[in-house]
């Protein structure tokens, strides 16, 4: 099994930063890929990015240029850098993570990130 911890959520002004984390635990080694979704009241879960084990990263349009995902292996951590926050950025952002089988993911608790002056 794989346990995913997400941690750094809070309340940040619009033009702030944050930097999410999510830890991963268990069967770290058979992840193949690791992203972050987030959900904001009365709205679809949407991807906000990813990264595979190989260091290939996608984002959102939403987000590019504003967040940067990046990971440390020693850690078995991956991070979300979200910079130049805006009010629609505020959500409940969710760690996912996909086993080289490509079949099974799992997920994280979630962690709160509101963004309001």
């Known amino acids: 099994q794989v346990q995913l911890v997400e941690s750094g959520g809070g309340l940040v002004q619009p033009g702030g930063s944050l930097r999410l984390s999510c830890a991963a635990s268990?069967?770290?080694?058979?992840?193949?890929?690791m992203g972050w979704y987030r959900q904001a009241p009365g709205n679809q879960r949407e991807l906000v990015g990813r990264?595979?084990?190989?260091?290939?990263?996608k984002y959102a349009d939403s987000v590019k240029g504003r967040f940067t995902i990046s990971r440390d292996n020693a850690k078995n951590t991956m991070y979300l850098q979200m910079n130049s926050l805006k009010p629609d950025d505020t959500a409940v952002y969710y760690c996912?993570?996909?086993?080289?089988?490509?079949?099974?993911?799992?997920w994280g608790q979630g962690t709160q990130v509101t963004v309001s002056s």
């Open positions: 996912n993570a996909v086993l080289l089988n490509r079949v099974e993911d799992y």
């Open positions: 268990g069967s770290f080694f058979s992840i193949y890929a």
């Open positions: 990264i595979t084990s190989g260091g290939t990263t």
